[in-house]
Nanobody, 117 residues
Framework: QVLLVESGGGLVQAGGSLRLSCAAS????????MGWYRQAPGKARELVAT???????NYTDSVKGRFTISRDIIKSTMALQMNNLKPEDTGVYYC???????????WGRGTQVTVSS
């Protein structure tokens, strides 16, 4: 079992910044990929960014150049630095952990990010 807890969400004006954090606990295997997803009201959950154990990263086009994903393997934590936020970034942001062994995705409860114009 893996428990994920997000923090750092809040209300910010367009152009501002926020840093999200995710703390993982339980049966953690450091080689597994982790990532951030988000879901706006009435829309499907979408991928924001992923990061492998080798610190290889991928970002959805809409956040490239503005968001940076990182992780600390030893502490089992992950972060998402979000700069130059836009109203369309508004949504609930979820921490994700994918277990290849169990072929199962684990999710946190999410943290709300609201960007005003």
């Amino acid at each position: 079992q893996v428990l994920l807890v997000e923090s750092g969400g809040g209300l910010v004006q367009a152009g501002g910044s926020l840093r999200l954090s995710c703390a993982a606990s339980g049966t953690i295997f450091s080689l597994n990929t982790m990532g951030w997803y988000r879901q706006a009201p009435g829309k499907a959950r979408e991928l924001v960014a992923t990061i492998t154990s080798g610190h290889s990263t991928n970002y959805t086009d809409s956040v490239k150049g503005r968001f940076t994903i990182s992780r600390d393997i030893i502490k089992s934590t992950m972060a998402l630095q979000m700069n130059n936020l836009k109203p369309e970034d508004t949504g609930v942001y979820y921490c994700n952990y994918h277990s290849r062994y169990y072929d199962h995705d684990y999710w946190g409860r999410g943290t709300q990010v609201t960007v005003s114009s």
